[in-house]
């Protein structure tokens, strides 16, 4: 979630209403020129007898809907950074968010899938950045946690596609669904949405590049720090079944009661209930092979050219993750946890004991590679070998008073809202600016255009890619491959 303080809206013009198929909106004007339309229903409330069942079609409203109230997030704990999320949620929460500028039509639409592992956060975002440059932005609401994830027998039973679990995704799926149906109405084109997210929300825009049930609803997607690969990958139906079946025995013997239960009994069972072990965690957290959201485990289907044949652009940011007081030998433990006990004597030869001003110290630098740079790079040489159109990024920028680019630091850039009242400088809005361009180009062509070249990505060379710099403006393609000699070895760590 990026907050953000709103402007003082103008008073409501004749463009700040809109009618679709669900009725009539008042939107607002947060900046002249450009118009939101916050907390927008794409599905029945998934409460009572919809909780744990793929979201329904929304129901009408009678009169105007007052469309200037982004509406309350998914139910989520407090992991300390959504603290507010956590205080304010509800259940009722499957609703979006569109912007659009004055007199939009035929517009390409941006479709933005927030992160947080899945278990937290909202889509608020200020869309004035990226709808200033001539796009409709979408921000989504999506069940998260155990409410969005919650897979046992009994659900798969009473499903007509014998499949649960993948309530989020599904959510997601329905949310461009709406795109696709009501759009025109707010001067997008259907046929040019283009879907991004970060971190948990660039996995779940990659699972949606293997789902085919999304198919046909987007022509570009962006995985920002995150994919199908590395730090959250999809687990098997066995795998989730037993990851999940300890919090499913603490809610109780039947549906009908676990459904009934206040969704804040629900949360603090999940939380209280036994947790599996590090290696099907995300199984318990995300998405698993349902048969039908998901018919096969992803990166099968990357390996195997099913996916949808869409422009794609992946990256990261230069150091993801920082394992804070990991020492060498807890590294060399997780390295044979992550690769196996033979592949990580090999491996410790790839990180000096010293740290690299850039890429930082042996643990970051394995740590990044493995969830982030090598996943990256071999996702892409699987989308490239097909013959789809891939590029792959790198970025380098700190936020404004740090010494380094970490997770999420290029959404400050993306929608230029710097933290903690930082205080960018000229050059740092010039790579803002660039990132917005090259973002919503892909919107625009299905190919990122912006300051400088782009080429496309190579499976062979495991390259080109583009740098976002760490100091300077010089944004430019680097030719050697993403993630060094390193990733040879981690590479065979990923299919389970």
């Not at 139906?237 to 804040?264: C, D, F, H, N, Y």
């Not at 039908?292 to 990261?316: D, F, H, I, N």
């Not at 929608?415 to 740092?428: H, L, R, S, V, Y």
């Amino acid at each position: 979630m990026l907050c953000v303080a709103q402007s003082a809206p103008h008073p409501p013009s004749p463009q700040s209403r809109v009618t679709i198929a669900q009725g009539t909106l008042e939107g607002l004007e947060p900046s002249p020129g450009i118009f939101a339309y916050f907390g927008i229903p794409f599905a029945q409330p998934p409460v009572g007898d919809l909780r744990w069942k793929p979201p329904q079609p929304p129901q009408p409203w009678p009169g105007t809907r007052i469309a200037n109230d982004h509406g309350l997030p998914c139910p989520q704990l407090d992991e300390g950074w959504n603290h507010w999320d956590s205080q304010h949620w509800s259940e009722d929460c499957l609703h979006l968010d569109v912007w659009m500028p004055a007199g939009a039509h035929n517009l390409p639409v941006m479709v933005y899938i927030h992160g947080g592992s899945n278990l937290a956060g909202d889509g608020f975002s200020d869309g004035k950045p990226l709808v200033s440059r001539g796009v409709v932005l979408v921000t989504i609401e999506y069940r998260l946690d155990i409410f969005g994830w919650f897979r046992t027998s009994e659900l798969d039973a009473e499903s007509p596609h014998h499949a649960s679990g993948d309530y989020g995704s599904l959510d997601q799926i329905a949310a461009l669904q709406w795109v696709h149906d009501n759009i025109a109405q707010f001067g997008g084109d259907h046929g040019k949405v283009m879907i991004f997210g970060q971190s948990a929300g660039a996995v779940d825009t990659g699972l949606l590049v293997a789902s085919p049930l999304a198919r046909g609803l987007f022509r570009a997607a962006l995985e920002e720090s995150g994919q199908v690969l590395g730090l959250m990958p999809t687990s098997t139906k066995q795998e989730s079944e037993i990851a999940w079946a300890p919090v499913a025995k603490a809610l109780g013997p039947t549906l009908a009661a676990q459904r009934a239960m206040p969704a804040a009994q629900v949360l603090a069972i999940d939380a209280e209930a036994p947790k599996p072990p590090p290696t099907t965690w995300w199984g318990y957290r995300g998405a698993s092979v349902d048969g039908w959201t998901l018919p096969e485990m992803p990166w099968r289907v990357y390996q195997e050219g099913k996916e949808a044949p869409v422009a794609l652009v992946l990256g990261s940011n230069v150091q993801e993750i920082t394992p804070g007081g990991e020492t060498r030998e807890e590294m060399r433990h997780n390295m044979a946890e992550t690769v196996g006990y033979e592949s990580a004597a090999q491996l410790e030869a790839f990180y000096d004991k010293t740290p690299d001003p850039l890429l930082g110290s042996p643990q970051t630098q394995f740590a990044t590679d493995h969830d982030f740079r090598c996943a990256v790079r071999l996702l892409a040489a699987w989308h490239a070998s097909h013959g789809f159109p891939t590029w792959v990024y790198r970025f380098d920028r700190p936020d404004p008073g740090k010494t380094t680019a970490e997770h999420t630091s290029e959404l400050f850039y993306l929608f230029d809202a710097f933290p903690g009242g930082a205080k960018p400088t000229a050059e740092d809005m010039q790579i803002a600016h660039a990132l917005d361009e090259y973002w919503t180009s892909l919107a625009k062509d299905a190919v990122p255009s912006g300051p400088a070249p782009w080429p496309r990505y190579q499976a062979a060379q495991f390259g080109p890619w583009l740098d976002f710099p760490k100091t300077g403006t010089g944004i430019h393609a680097e030719n050697t491959p993403l993630g060094g000699d390193a990733c040879g070895i981690i590479d065979p760590s990923y299919p389970k």
